[in-house]
């Protein structure tokens, strides 16, 4: 089955700087690859998600870059802010798996102010 | 993702006691899941549905039993057999279009589980 390496598991970054976090992933079948947002106690939100045929997707201060050869993506936060402070799950989805979507051990942010 | 309701919020269970965690949604998904969730720890599946009738085991479904009699609920109960069950359960669900689809799965706030 699928496996979803995710790196660093804590990462600090000062106000304003940019933050990356990267996953790996095992099948390369996999096709789909979402970003969820942790806040303390709360729900799993989506933030990003990328499909196979594109290298690379924005949204505002949010990018997702995917090297499907290396079978790696990278979550990229620019301009970071406190309210960034969270966990980050990547996630990686099998078309051909009834499962849908293998998350990543997940990625403690803390932006310092 | 107002949607997706799970409840309670908050649960006690008492050695020996089966619990049941609810999760409704109406968003006309057709798949529903549930996962487990430990402090500083990722998400964990515990079962699927794709469809009404018809769930699937995912990678720590011992101790735990679902039912899928309606599209919108999909409860989860937390036997007695679970002997570790205090945890932070999450439900989810998504549209299903096939094997050949990739949808993004929409979360609920959350089943907090404790041991009396």
């Known amino acids: 089955g699928e496996n979803v390496e995710q790196h660093p598991s804590t990462l600090s970054v000062q106000e304003g700087d940019s933050a990356v976090i990267k996953c790996t992933y095992s099948d390369s079948a996999s096709n789909y690859f979402p970003w969820y947002k942790q806040e303390l106690g709360k729900r799993p939100q989506l933030i990003i998600d990328i499909r196979s045929n594109v290298g690379e997707k924005k949204d505002q201060r949010i990018a997702v870059t995917l090297n499907k050869t290396a079978k790696h993506f990278s979550l990229h936060i620019t301009e970071t802010q406190p309210e960034d402070s969270a966990v980050y799950f990547c996630a990686a989805s099998n078309p051909g798996s009834a499962r849908q979507l293998t998350f990543g051990s997940g990625t403690q942010l803390t932006v310092l102010p | 993702d107002g949607g997706i309701t799970q409840s309670p919020k908050y649960l006690f269970r008492k050695e020996g006691q089966n619990v049941t965690l609810s999760c409704e949604q109406n968003l006309n998904h057709d798949a529903m899941y549930w996962y487990r969730q430990d402090p500083g720890q990722g998400l964990r599946l515990i079962y699927y549905?794709?469809?009404?009738?018809?769930?699937q085991k995912g990678d720590i479904a011992e101790g735990y039993s679902v039912s899928r009699e309606k599209k919108e609920s999909f409860p989860l109960t937390v036997t007695s057999a679970q002997k570790n069950p205090t945890a932070f359960y999450l439900c989810?669900?998504?549209?299903?279009?096939?094997?050949?689809?990739?949808?993004?799965?929409?979360f609920g706030d959350g089943t907090r589980l404790s041991i009396l």
């Open positions: 549905s794709q469809i009404v009738n018809d769930f």
């Open positions: 989810a669900s998504s549209f299903y279009a096939g094997t050949n689809s990739n949808q993004p799965q929409h």
